[in-house]
């Protein structure tokens, strides 16, 4: 055959698979039909994340008010942030296709489609390879209401031409509160329109309690329990109807509304590969689809969709079919974070999670003013939480919605997966001051 391995899509989990398993001496080739990174690097974190920052400026500039610098947030250049934002964007996929390259696997700038289950139509060359991944990853999905149409979707937004000054967000996940705040950050009127009770559904009540809190004292107007039920447009903008009756009109709707695996036009059928419901590829617990030699890994199979988690099945899948090193990924105990503002991270079990175990939990909370901004006047909160299991004192989850949370906890996450108990924490000692320190210094139970 062409190949011993082939690999659908050049994005994070799909590169991290094919650079290991050529650098251990297997004949690859991998096809990424729009951009090399994918969602992540393109439309995704990265440059989601430089948004974030942009946004958090501005509340820095007036923040240094209350330390003695004389400072005044002007306007914002958006047109400035999108170049800067395309410049490193076009760095990383450079650093992309080098990788590959210097692995010694062959790229294919190409859609690539199924023939047979060994056969694949690649940018209309026909390719053989013994073995094929599938990591395609997903797609941002809309709503279908009358007016859909007026709305636009997250990967729209990193090509905008003009910062919008009203915007109405649709939905409550991690895409959501992380634009509600970008777009609030820079000073647009914002409206976060999402039908559960709290943001961030599976998240612990706590954290989610919190952000609703930090999110309208953001300049965030929550409608919460509210679902959209139409949208028109005239000369005067974008006008949203909610099942409240209310209208909100602004300049942009923005469905931030969930996402669906990349599939399509795959022609899985012909492989004889199976999908589930929502178009996603079912796979065991060592990536295999139901047809023994076809893979599939990251976002696709709609499991755990997080960029680490996709690479870190990458480099398993190549360790165990060319390295002679098998190994699986554990999806239990995965550190993720929320660029919320403030951000948030997690790690473990939430306390709704936790209560069902037998052992019963002891829950630890703290919630505090920042040390900034005892100083800065502003209103924020860090929250800090960990879950223990009543019996064997081991922290099962801990969770943090406050300034530098994803940095504190990828620490805490080394710990939790290592069995840290609550014993351990309380006799590491704190550095001090920070806030880092209440997770070690915690010592009332809160229930």
């Known amino acids: 055959m062409d190949f011993d391995l082939f690999v659908i899509g050049g994005g994070s989990g799909g590169v991290r698979c094919a650079r290991i398993a050529a650098g251990y001496g297997a004949r690859v ?124 979707i997250s990967d729209d937004i990193f090509v905008m031409p003009d910062m919008p000054r009203r915007v109405a967000v649709v939905g409550s996940g991690y895409i959501a509160v992380e634009f509600a705040g970008v777009f609030a950050g820079l000073r647009a009127e914002t409206h976060l329109v999402y039908r559960q009770p709290l943001p961030l559904r599976g998240f612990d009540t706590d954290l989610r309690e919190a952000l609703a809190e930090a999110l309208a004292q953001n300049n965030v107007t929550l409608h919460a329990g509210t679902t959209p039920a139409a949208i028109t447009a005239d000369a005067h903008g974008k006008h949203l109807a909610l099942s409240s009756g209310e209208v909100v009109t602004v300049d942009t709707v923005f469905f931030a509304t969930g996402r669906a695996a990349n599939t399509r036009g795959l022609n899985l059928a012909a492989a004889g590969v199976t999908t589930g419901k929502k178009g996603e590829i079912p796979v065991g617990p060592d990536f295999a689809t139901n047809v023994p030699h076809i893979y599939a890994l990251g976002d696709v199979t709609d499991r755990l969709n997080l960029t680490p988690v996709a690479t870190a099945e990458g480099h398993a899948l190549a360790d165990t079919l060319y390295g002679n090193k098998p190994r699986g990924v554990s999806l239990e105990n995965v550190p993720t974070a929320v660029f919320s503002i403030p951000p948030i991270a997690t790690v473990g079990l ?57 940095e504190i906890m990828q620490g805490l996450a080394v710990a939790i997966i290592t069995g840290a108990t609550k014993a351990d924490f309380d006799r590491t000692i704190g550095i001090h001051p920070t806030a880092a320190e209440e997770f070690v210094t915690m010592r009332t139970q809160t229930r």
């Open 29 to 152: 080739g991998v096809a990424e039909a729009r951009f090399w990174g994918g969602t992540c690097v393109n439309v995704g974190c990265v440059p989601k994340k430089f948004m974030v920052m942009a946004a958090e400026y501005g509340a820095l500039a007036e923040d240094a008010r209350g330390f003695g610098w004389d400072m005044t947030a002007g306007g914002h250049d958006w047109a400035a942030l999108l170049a800067a934002k395309d410049k490193e964007i076009s760095r990383l996929n450079g650093i992309y296709r080098r990788l590959l390259d210097n692995a010694g696997a062959t790229i294919f700038d190409a859609k690539a489609s199924f023939i047979d289950a060994h056969t694949l139509d690649v940018g209309g060359k026909r390719v053989t390879a013994e073995r094929i991944v599938i990591a395609t990853g997903g797609h941002p999905t809309g709503l279908d209401i009358p007016g859909a149409d007026h709305a636009i």
């Open 350 to 406: 939430t306390e709704e999670e936790a209560a069902k175990r037998p052992n019963g939990v002891k829950i630890f909370v703290s919630k505090f003013t920042p040390m900034r901004h005892t100083i800065s006047g502003r209103t924020r909160k860090t929250l800090m939480k960990l879950i223990v299991d009543a019996k064997t004192d081991k922290v099962l989850g801990a969770h943090m919605l406050g300034e530098d949370a994803p």
